[in-house]
């Protein structure tokens, strides 16, 4: 499975962005998809989930009632729209897809097998 992430940039806070990950490859086995965050010298942070078979979402406090995950299933795409942005949520953010994790780990980034490459949220206050 190759994942590939896209749209992040600047933003206002308060503002909004979209972020997208296109899936492509072995996708057929995929559990669930998800979105973490990584900020200079913090470690990854779980954002965002969505579990395939229910179309369950799952988010942290931190975001939950601005972000919200969803998927397009023509496109094999997943978006994270962020909405009402904090300077605390500029990171890079990473998504992620699972064909082996169980719901009690989708928070975990361990428990994701594949990776995108990253794109970059900046957000001035």
């Known amino acids: 499975v190759q994942l590939q992430a896209s749209g992040g940039g600047l933003a206002q806070a308060g503002g909004s962005l979209r972020l997208s990950c296109a899936a492509s490859?072995?996708?057929?086995?995929?559990?669930?998809m998800g979105w973490f965050r990584q900020a200079p010298g913090k470690e990854r942070e779980f954002v965002a989930a969505r579990w395939w078979s229910t179309g369950s979402t799952y988010y942290p406090d931190s975001v939950k009632g601005r972000f919200t995950i969803t998927r397009d299933v023509a496109k094999n795409t997943v978006y994270l729209l962020m909405n009402s942005l904090k300077p605390e949520d500029a990171a890079v953010y990473y998504c992620?897809?699972?064909?082996?994790?169980?719901?009690?780990?989708?928070?975990?980034?361990?428990?994701?097998?594949?990776w995108g490459q990253g794109t970059l949220v900046t957000v001035s206050s």
């Open positions: 992620a897809a699972g064909s082996r994790l169980i719901l009690s780990s989708i928070g975990e980034a361990d428990s994701y097998d594949y």
């Open positions: 490859g072995r996708t057929l086995g995929t559990r669930a």
